[in-house]
């Protein structure tokens, strides 16, 4: 039977894309998906989009009918994740993060290890960074039993990309559900990074980072700046620079805000941005930031028992996912506001087994 997803549903965007591809190849099941990113403009397929796609079809060995730049509708055809050595490359400064939303669940469920490398873009507007999936998807994904790493090789931006991520895994047989509703802060990091541009740039906005964070009452903070230039082999072909707040929690896992410079946008205007969100997160006392919580609702649907988790905020992708996920998979998700205290998100997960999808 073929799953048939709307593609306009929730954000409408690239997010029920990405969630309903890995499903449908881990499922093993036949998807169709059409009105693909109809709240986006331009609507359809993208570059970085493409590539997800064609990635997760190559590792679980199935076909795509539809995919080309700007199509709105395609039609998939697994077969079982397989161990292996992949390369993809989104050929632009697509995001590699997003990429690795759709690929990592299926990479995770495949007969053996896989070692892959990503090029394209690793810092995106609107996208999460590499530094993060490593910093705070990675460990959280840890928590739950997963067998990943992720290593930034080299720094990709806008607009030629050429990023480099190298992930290897081995194989999950079956996923421990997370629960993360009470943490403390035990350290603040402040990481800002930069290539192709003066270093002072990156000490100006660790600098009022610092500053800004102290004055909200922080005192263990851990400051690190990185200016690359020509010479490191870790350098993007591009200028660009960002900056990356880590809240270390005392249940050992991290909470993630980020911001990307723009042209004309003091380095002290960009980290000020960061902190007033993260600041604004960290005021409720949830312990997973809203970006994560849109990154853990498939793996909470795998898991076997109950997953429970208290972010800051219900975004419309995160609400999309569990629209999409639950619908494909049967998982049940709660959530439950809890005003100034943020938003708890329980998921009875359906216990996707390795073994299963070996024996299907």
């Known amino acids: 039977m073929v799953k048939i997803v709307d593609g306009s549903v929730g954000e409408g965007g690239g997010q029920v894309l990405r969630y309903a591809i890995s499903t449908s190849a881990l499922l093993g099941e036949d998807l169709r998906i059409y009105n693909i990113r109809a709240k986006r403009r331009p ?26 730049i700007g199509s709105s509708s395609i039609v998939f055809k697994p077969s079982k994740p397989r161990a292996g050595r992949y390369f993809f490359d989104t050929g632009t400064a697509g995001s590699v993060s997003l990429v690795l939303q759709s690929l990592l669940p299926v ?3 495949a ?11 690793t810092n995106n507007p609107l996208a999460p960074p ?5 910093e705070v998807l990675i460990p959280a994904l840890r928590r739950m ?6 290593t930034l090789v080299k720094r990709g931006f806008y607009p030629r990309g050429h990023g480099l991520v190298r992930v290897r895994s081995e194989p999950v047989k079956q996923l421990q559900p997370i629960k993360a509703l009470d943490a403390e802060v035990r350290q603040i990091e402040v990481y800002a990074y930069s ?7 990156v000490r100006r906005m660790a600098g009022t980072a610092e500053t800004l964070l102290r004055k909200a009452g922080y005192t263990d903070i851990l400051v690190r700046t990185e200016a690359l230039g020509q010479q490191d082999p870790k350098n993007a072909l591009d200028p660009g620079t960002g900056i990356l707040i880590l809240a270390r929690l005392s249940n050992g896992l991290s909470m993630g805000f980020d911001a990307l410079g723009e042209r004309g946008v003091p380095a002290e205007e960009v980290a000020r ?4 969100e993260a600041l ?11 970006h994560l919580a849109d990154q853990l609702i498939i793996w909470m649907a795998l898991a076997s028992g109950e997953s429970t988790i208290r972010t800051s905020t219900l975004t419309s992708h995160t609400s999309t996912g569990i629209e999409v996920v639950g619908s494909l998979t049967g998982a049940k998700f709660t959530v439950s506001e809890l005003g100034g205290f943020g938003v708890k998100i329980g998921c009875q997960g359906v216990g996707f087994s390795f073994r299963l999808l070996s024996n299907s």
Not at 44 to 62: D, F, M, N, S, Y
Not at 130 to 134: A, E, G, L, M
Request: glycine share 12%; net charge negative; hydrophobic share 35%.
């Open 130 to 134: 590499v530094d993060y999936i490593q």
């Open 145 to 150: 039993g997963v067998h990943v790493e992720v």
């Open 43 to 68: 609507p359809g397929l993208r570059p970085q989009h493409i590539t997800a796609i064609k990635a997760v079809a190559e590792v679980c060995g199935g076909t795509v009918e539809g995919l080309r």
């Open 107 to 109: 990479l995770c469920f």
């Open 280 to 290: 604004h997160q960290l005021s409720t006392g949830a312990p997973i930031d809203k």
């Open 273 to 276: 941005r960061t902190i007033d």
């Open 195 to 201: 290539c192709n541009l003066p270093d002072h740039i």
């Open 111 to 121: 007969d053996g290890p896989c070692e892959v490398e990503i090029s394209g873009g």
